[in-house]
């Protein structure tokens, strides 16, 4: 297993986690074999916003031994004690519905608290009006909550709640088809998707990937938007090149998914790369550099995509960035401007100009 660390607390997290939206279905005596498969794997991420109650005693009991290795999404917002999802703004249900979950998950704590599914500006308005984000907060000072985090689908929502500066982590629906303005939950343009990767990254707020696979759509050529099936592991890599994702966390139905997914970190790289995309780059984002580097081997040792990403994130006002940028044994000046890159990059870039940019703007 690879681990990301989190900017906020350092915790290294692994960059595949487990969703639960679909394990419930499996049975309890399934779902704690699968978190155990899962464990001896090195995953230790598990978001805990099931499609159904029945996922949390199995966890409680799989984790048992372990509590300190696994870290778990709690959400406020979430109740399942009527043995369904459901989703609610009452902070009264919600207090309740998180003592049920800490009670089955056998736990006192909670190592990411999220504000559960907050896209519209109103819902927030009501979550701030019912108390809920000082509750929160007020558990995050008495050791009870470790970090706050929101699960959105609005850039615009989301924005509004890191102005807050209270945030560690966002949960995101990161996949190929939002980022390409496709889909229910393609909201906001691919550069102001781009843009709140970037402010993320730069603020040091990580990202747990949601819907990496758009709900199983891209990875069938009937249901695609592309009218090509990508694979889920070219699905993950995409997820994992965004600014600032820590984790992504596929929704699995069994260990034979566990398995299959586990399969990405023995995957070489042309089972990963996903410049596919390149054939289905929509106007506004062509030119547009994604970090995919299915440009390399660059006959200069040059990075092209770390390169890149440092660049925009300096761009975006992240202040790591230009030391990220320093430390590269290979900067955008050793560029020799052959066009290898130009000539293989499927998105349009024209790196021989752009790397003249790049170190003209980091002076080397
Ligand atoms: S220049 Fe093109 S091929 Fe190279 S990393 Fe950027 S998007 Fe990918
Ligand atoms: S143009 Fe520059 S960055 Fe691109 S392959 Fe050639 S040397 Fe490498």
Known sequence: MEYRKLPHGGEQISIIGLGNSSLGAAGEAEVEKTVALALESGINFFDMAAGDAVPFPAYGRAVAGCRKQVFYQVHFGADYRSGAYG??????????????????????????????????????????AQGTLSYMEDLKRQGVIRHIGLSSHTPAVVHQVLDMGILDMLMFSINPAYDYRHGEYAIGSGDERAALYRRCEAEGVGISVMKAFSGGQLLCAETSPFGQALTEYQCIQYALDRPGVVTVLPGVRNRED???????????????????????????????????????PCPAGLDVGLINKYYDLALAGDALAKSHYANLGTKASACLACGHCDARCPFGVRQTQRMREIAAYFGE
């Open 87 to 128: 989703w609610t703004l009452d902070i009264d249900d919600i207090k309740r519905s998180v003592d049920w979950q800490l009670t089955a998950l056998q736990t006192d704590y909670i190592d990411f608290g999220f504000l559960h599914c907050i896209d519209e500006a109103a819902d927030l308005q009501t979550a701030i």
């Open 258 to 296: 566990v398995r299959r997914i586990l399969g990405f970190l023995t995957a070489n790289e042309d089972e990963k790369d996903y410049s596919v995309l390149g054939s289905f780059t929509p106007q506004e984002a062509a030119g547009s550099c994604v970090y995919c580097n299915h440009c390399q």
